[in-house]
C-alpha cells in the first residue's frame, strides 16, 4: 500500500515501531507512531535520523498534549503565574494487573517495559514538555523477572532559581487517585489527569480557598474533542505544510533516552506494594 498513501499511523506492538517506521520513511510516508516511538534509544535515534534526511513527517502519538489544559499550564508556568515551583507529584493505578487476552505485556523485550512504559510515559513527555530534561533521575520498581507492576520515579531540575524535585508512582495492581500536583511559591496547583479537569490554585496565603483558573477565550484545543482527534488533525496539517508536528519524533526520541536512563538506574523492590484488602 505505501506507494498509494500519504501517511501511516503504527499503532502496533512497540517492538516493531522501529522496523514498521524506517519501512515508511524510506518509502517517503509520513508516519505517526503511537507512544512509545521505539523500544530502545538507537531505533527512535536512527527514525528520527531517517526522517530529517528524506523529508519525512514524523510524530510520536503522545495523545495528552492534544489536551488543552495541559498546554495552558504550560503557559501559566512558563509566565510565572505561580512564581517559583519547589516539587511536583505525579501518580496514576489501576487494580487490574496486565491484560492476559495476549502474552505481549508479560515481555519486557516487546514493550520496553512495564508500568512506566505503559501508564507513566504519558506523563513523562508532558513533564518534559513542563520542565524539559531532568538532570537527575531514580527508579524503584516491582520488576524482577520480568515488566514491572509498581514503579516510583524521582526527578531533580537544576535550574537558575534553585531545584524542582519531582516524584512519578504508578501501579497496575492498586487505585491511586489520579493527577498532577504542584507545590508553588504562590501555593499547591492541582489538576486531575482527565481532558477537562481545571487548573486548581490552592493559596498560600488563605489555605481555606481554592481557586479554579480557566483560560480567557478560545482554547487551543476544543476539550469537547477527543485528544486523539486533535493529534490526528495536528499530523495531517504538519504534513500538508511541511512542518514539525506538535509531538515530533525528536520528542519521542527524549522519552525513550529517560526511559533508558530511569532503568539503567533502577533498583528492584519486591515488597508488597499497595495493598487493597482489608486488614481482616
Not at 137 to 159: I, K, M, Q, Y
Request: with cysteine; charged share 25%; glycine share 10%.
Amino acid at each position: 500500500m505505501l506507494p498509494f498513501i500519504d501517511g501511516a499511523l503504527i499503532a502496533a506492538p512497540n517492538d516493531s515501531h522501529g522496523s514498521l517506521g524506517l519501512h515508511c520513511i524510506r518509502a517517503g510516508v509520513a508516519t505517526l507512531i503511537e507512544k512509545p516511538l521505539c523500544t530502545t534509544l538507537a531505533d527512535a535515534e536512527s527514525l528520527v535520523a531517517e526522517a530529517h534526511k528524506a523529508g519525512v513527517t514524523l510524530a510520536t502519538g503522545y495523545s495528552t498534549r492534544f489536551r488543552d489544559n495541559t498546554v495552558f499550564l504550560k503557559e501559566l508556568l512558563d509566565t510565572r503565574e505561580f512564581g517559583t515551583v519547589h516539587r511536583f507529584a505525579h501518580q496514576f493505578g489501576s487494580a487490574g494487573g496486565w491484560a492476559p487476552l495476549s502474552a505481549y505485556n508479560l515481555q519486557r523485550k516487546a514493550t520496553g517495559g512495564g508500568v512506566l512504559v505503559v501508564t507513566g510515559t504519558h506523563f513523562l513527555d508532558r513533564m518534559l514538555y513542563l520542565w524539559g530534561y531532568p538532570d537527575q533521575s531514580t527508579l524503584v520498581d516491582d520488576g524482577v523477572n520480568g515488566p514491572e507492576a509498581n514503579a516510583t520515579a524521582t526527578f531533580r531540575f537544576d535550574r537558575g532559581d534553585g531545584q524542582i524535585a519531582g516524584v512519578a508512582r504508578y501501579s497496575k495492581t492498586g487505585s491511586l487517585p489520579s493527577g498532577l500536583v504542584i507545590d508553588t511559591e504562590a501555593g499547591i496547583v492541582k489538576m486531575g489527569d482527565s481532558d477537562e479537569a481545571p487548573v486548581i490554585l490552592f493559596p498560600r496565603s488563605n489555605p481555606n480557598v481554592a481557586v479554579t483558573i480557566r483560560r480567557r477565550g478560545k482554547p487551543r484545543f476544543d476539550p469537547r474533542i477527543s485528544p486523539f482527534q486533535h493529534q490526528l488533525e495536528d499530523f495531517v496539517s504538519a504534513t500538508r505544510d511541511k512542518r514539525d508536528p506538535m509531538v515530533d519524533g525528536k520528542q519521542g526520541a527524549a522519552s525513550i533516552r529517560l526511559l533508558e536512563e530511569l532503568y539503567s538506574h533502577r533498583h528492584v523492590d519486591a515488597r508488597r506494594w499497595y495493598r487493597t484488602e482489608s486488614a481482616a
